[in-house]
């Protein structure tokens, strides 16, 4: 189906207008649908999805979606505290693994990565407590999430923040942009377009998630 020039809207194979970035692709639409924007709090999950979206830089997140399990087979399932523990061995043996992005910074990246996220926990508790201070306020948010208004927000003040904070604390590949892809994903934010019928489902579910922290 065609996208909606003004509104950002395509017609799904249900007739129910949705977000136009999956383009009616099967997986892709599932990936809308059942995952993009609903709140999530598991840190594992968190540590992965902010993983990804830095291995996803120069890419399409399909081609990351299409890879995914690879990624959590090759970075045991994204727990933070064993990948910390990879040395240059494993960094190694992951270039050799065609099933990923076979790319020594991001690989390298996402070890320093769990490292950091090791500190992180422990300083706040969790990944998710740390993330979730970062959500908006409702105030703080556009009062209409349309295509214009998504088109010229590819980061925001919130996303940049967080962006300098995380360097601060020696985090990598999390410039503004990846972050606010990271945020959109996970729900801090809620980015589906006004007129997509998955909107106010996410919303209702960030309505009775209790924040952690």
């Given at each position: 189906m065609t996208k909606d020039e003004k509104t950002g809207l395509i017609e799904g194979p249900d007739g129910k207008l949705r977000c136009f970035w999956h383009g009616n692709l099967p997986d892709y639409l599932e990936y809308h649908d059942h995952e993009w924007g609903r709140p999530v709090t598991d840190d594992h999950r968190l540590f992965?999805?902010?993983?990804?979206?830095?291995?996803?830089?120069?890419?399409?997140w399909l081609t990351i979606l299409r890879k995914r399990e690879n990624?959590?087979?090759?970075?045991?399932?994204?727990?933070?505290?064993?990948?910390?523990?990879?040395?240059?061995?494993?960094?190694?043996?992951?270039?050799?693994?065609?099933?990923?992005?076979?790319?020594?910074?991001?690989?390298?990246?996402?070890?320093?990565?769990?490292?950091?996220?090791?500190e992180m926990a422990q300083q706040a508790g969790s990944l998710a407590a740390y993330f979730w201070r970062h959500e908006p306020s409702a105030d703080e948010r556009p009062s209409v999430m349309d295509y214009g208004t998504l088109r010229a927000n590819p980061t925001t003040r919130?996303?940049?923040?967080?962006?300098?904070?995380?360097?601060?604390?020696?985090?990598?590949?999390?410039?503004?942009?990846?972050?606010?892809?990271?945020?959109?994903?996970?729900?801090?934010?809620?980015?589906h377009l006004a007129g997509c019928c998955m909107r106010e489902e996410v919303e209702r579910e960030r309505e009775a998630l209790v924040r952690p922290g």
């Open positions: 992965e999805k902010i993983c990804l979206e830095g291995f996803q830089s120069g890419l399409s990624f959590r087979e090759a970075f045991e399932g994204f727990d933070f505290e064993r990948v910390a523990r990879f040395t240059e061995n494993d960094v190694e043996r992951l270039l050799t693994n065609a099933g990923i992005v076979r790319h020594g910074g991001k690989i390298r990246s996402t070890i320093n990565n769990a490292q950091r996220a090791v919130h996303s940049t923040a967080l962006s300098k904070d995380l360097k601060k604390r020696g985090w990598s590949f999390v410039g503004p942009t990846t972050v606010y892809a990271f945020m959109q994903a996970m729900g801090l934010v809620n980015d």
